[in-house]
């Protein structure tokens, strides 16, 4: 809360917003991965210490470890029927290489969500990266679910990174299917999607930096 209450500028977010959308102009036009692991992977560094902020059951830090076992895993969750290493983003005290926050910032309202990117990025090593990923607003119905507080389009979750320091490296969507069906989409009905404004492509990641 503090971060928004004593040094947010609105002005200073539409501006990177607008920034975002000079380059990530269109959701449209956002190259598609299958899934974040596909991206953490593409990013990640043998030897790197890696924190994965909402991690629940840990499945995701499973299949990393599975193929890149020589990095450092802690988790942190407020979820405390499961073990993690922190139960707090108070709690840690040591940086990391790279920080992921899955499907998390939008559970927060805006004040708690741009709090939170401040506090994770002074957790980053110089040049380490953070990768988010959040509900793709054009998608027709993965953002409404009950406990979700705060919607971002591409580049309000752009700007909200570049708000806090962070460099804005990549901008992906996230979708995954069958393959014939996959290709149908991506391929010929494209166009369609466009036209409609409604996406098939479930997710928004972002990978950023700190320099």
């Known amino acids: 809360m503090q971060f928004m209450e004593n040094s947010f500028s609105w002005s200073r977010y539409y501006a990177f917003r607008r920034k975002i959308r000079r380059t990530f102009p269109s959701v449209y036009r956002l190259k598609i991965k299958k899934k974040i692991l596909d991206i953490i992977l593409e ?5 790197d210490k890696i924190l994965d ?3 629940s059951t840990q499945e995701l830090g499973e299949k990393i470890r599975d193929k890149v076992p020589s990095i450092t895993y802690k988790t942190m969750d407020i979820d405390r029927e499961q073990h993690h290493d922190f139960y707090s ?3 840690v005290t040591e940086r990391f290489d790279m920080i992921i926050l899955s499907e998390v910032i939008e559970h927060l309202g805006l004040n708690e969500g741009f709090s939170m990117l401040n506090r994770l990025e ?4 110089k040049g380490g990266k953070i990768i988010v990923s959040t509900p793709n607003l054009h998608h027709p119905n993965r953002y409404w679910v009950s406990d979700h507080k705060t919607p971002y389009r591409h580049d309000e979750i752009g700007g909200a990174l570049l708000s806090v320091g962070f460099h ?3 901008i992906y969507r996230i979708y995954n299917d069958q393959l014939f069906r996959r290709l149908f989409r991506i391929y010929v009905m494209s166009w369609l999607h466009e036209y409609l404004d409604v996406d098939f492509a ?3 990641i972002i990978v950023a930096s700190k320099s």
């Open 89 to 91: 983003l108070d709690d």
């Open 43 to 47: 990013e990640i560094k043998p030897g």
């Open 202 to 204: 479930k997710s928004i």
């Open 122 to 125: 002074s957790l980053l090593n």
């Open 168 to 170: 804005v490296d990549k």
């Open 53 to 55: 902020v909402g991690a």
